[in-house]
């Protein structure tokens, strides 16, 4: 149940943020501007999810099922998993839509996958690749033809920013160039970057996924990172050795590879000296 104070207040957030898309705004690009909701809105949402899906399954024997949908607050993949990793599979469940994942660049197929113990309700659908494109051309004549958004690799395991969470979202359109930050990638895998084998995963899989320009010009974040359980917990400079990764390997495969990155160092204090390291 929703007050009308709280209904109130949304809907007076929702209005104050005119240059983002919300359903039935024609005008408002939903790759652009798309309304994103903040930590408190999740957990509002979620929490609210739970409790409805509570009283369907409970009260009338319902089973809530949620359909994700374009130019909504959940319609892009890592939305999606943010809901169904924080809503309790017993009362909330995914009406899966091809449609719409394919909409907003994700592989329906994939997604299937990853929810189909989850999955109530179904929707086939074609995308007709030209209304996709008119979509994005509009997005270029309010003004973001030429520039290009980089997501970066997060550090902690709850973030969204996994490799392959980056590089859907850079499958949303060409101009998306994925940010690799090596250092969060080790954290949030708790180490997972050993050797020059694990560097070399990691390059083949942009390329695998990519499959263009954008997995040899690429953007880098390095540095040395002391981790937790919950992944990214300090940075440090290359001098404190006992934290990972090593940056050697990573440069030797650059170098033999041809590839040519924008490389920013972000170590603690000793950036430029780090940076002339590697």
């Not at 104070?5 to 005008?27: I, T």
Request: charge should be negative.
């Amino acid at each position: 149940q929703i007050q009308g104070q709280e209904r109130s207040r949304q809907q007076g957030s929702h209005a104050a943020r005119d240059d983002e898309a919300l359903p039935g705004q024609e005008d408002t690009p939903v790759f652009g501007h798309k309304y994103v909701m903040d930590d408190e809105e999740w957990d509002t949402f979620c929490n609210g999810m739970n409790y409805l899906g509570k009283i369907a399954k409970e009260e009338y024997g319902i089973a809530l099922t949620f359909h994700h949908h374009m130019g909504t607050v959940v319609q892009d993949p890592d939305e999606v998993e943010r809901m169904m990793a924080n809503t309790d599979p017993e009362y909330v469940s995914l009406l899966f839509d091809t449609g719409h994942f394919t909409y907003c660049g994700a592989d329906p197929l994939e997604m299937v996958k990853k929810y189909v113990n989850r999955i109530k309700h179904v929707h086939l659908k074609d995308i007709r690749p030209e209304v996709v494109k008119e979509v994005k051309d509009n997005d270029d004549e309010a003004g973001f033809a030429d520039m290009t958004l980089c997501p970066e690799t997060m550090g902690k395991v709850g973030q969204l920013g996994t490799l392959d969470e980056v590089l859907a979202l850079c499958g949303v359109d060409e101009r998306i160039t994925p940010c690799i930050d090596f250092g969060h990638l080790n954290a949030r895998t708790l180490g997972g970057i050993q050797s020059r084998a694990d560097y070399a995963a990691i390059l083949d899989r942009m390329g695998e996924v990519l499959g263009d320009e954008r997995s040899r010009r690429f953007h880098v974040h390095f540095s040395r990172i002391e981790f937790s359980a919950g992944g990214e917990k300090r940075h440090w400079t290359f001098a404190e050795t006992q934290f990972g990764p090593e940056p050697q390997p990573l440069m030797e495969l650059l170098a033999e590879r041809g590839l040519a990155p924008v490389i920013i160092c972000e170590s603690a204090g000793t950036q430029a000296e780090d940076a002339k390291t590697m």
